[in-house]
């Protein structure tokens, strides 16, 4: 149990366009998912957390007009970014919180590896 | 805000040997204290966790140690094998629905 999917796992695209990644608990209901980014050989950074039904809330540096997140539902998290450029190039990775759990175990999604030409 | 120091960022170890990793946090509300495992291009794999109210916790070759009044915890691996070899992040967390701060990490090479 406890699986998280992201998708798509890998994307390539043009500077300028907006990319939708989603991350999905497939298994369990989770009222908060998170947001990361990781560069090669550095660490995961928080860009947001997202709660189901309110707006996000970002890390101080992160711009949430760039990095649109919408939490629709207590099984999926969307992080779209808007305009693209390659700077946003990164490694991206999601995690979930399960609802009806003290811990905060988080479970993480196979994440996205976004390439901007 | 809370911050996580992680220390050494590359450990090298001979098959067998032990290989201990160390962090620090600053935000004495923490709780709950990760250890991820992560594999190029991998998301991270949790290994072992402990929270505020236990000191040490052990799972086969791995075990944590947490010291709260120091504000550090530990990493013991044992018996070293060489798919031990990966990135080591610690983290700490304030509980539920709280984010999880990240260590900088730890490059672990089991040199057989």
């Known amino acids: 149990g406890a699986v998280v999917s992201q998708h798509p796992s890998r994307v390539i695209c043009k500077s300028g366009t907006s990319v939708k990644i989603e991350c999905r608990s497939l298994?369990?209901?989770?009222?908060?998912m998170f947001w990361y980014r990781q560069f090669p050989k550095k660490s995961l950074m928080l860009m947001a957390t997202s709660n189901e039904g309110s707006k996000a809330t970002y890390e101080q540096g992160v711009e949430k007009d760039k990095f649109l997140i919408n939490h629709a539902s207590l099984t999926l998290s969307t992080l779209t970014v808007t305009s693209a450029h390659p700077e946003d190039s990164s490694f991206y990775i999601c995690?979930?919180?399960?609802?009806?759990?003290?811990?905060?175990?988080?479970?993480f999604g196979p994440g996205t590896r976004l390439t901007v030409l | 805000g809370e911050n996580v120091e992680q220390h050494p960022s590359t450990l090298s170890v001979q098959e067998g040997d032990s290989a201990v990793i160390k962090c620090t946090y600053s935000d004495s509300a923490s709780n709950y204290f990760p250890w991820y495992k992560q594999e190029l291009g991998k998301r991270p794999q949790l290994i072992i966790d402990i929270r505020s109210n236990v000191g040490e916790k052990k799972d086969q070759r791995i075990a944590v140690t947490l010291n709260k009044t120091a504000k550090h915890f530990s990493l013991h691996i044992t018996e070293t094998q060489p798919e031990d070899s990966a990135v080591y992040f610690c983290a700490a967390s304030r509980g539920y629905g709280n984010k999880l701060v990240f260590g900088a990490g730890t490059i672990l090479r089991v040199k057989s």
């Open positions: 298994d369990f209901q989770a009222t908060t």
């Open positions: 995690s979930a919180a399960r609802v009806g759990t003290v811990d905060n175990e988080q479970f």
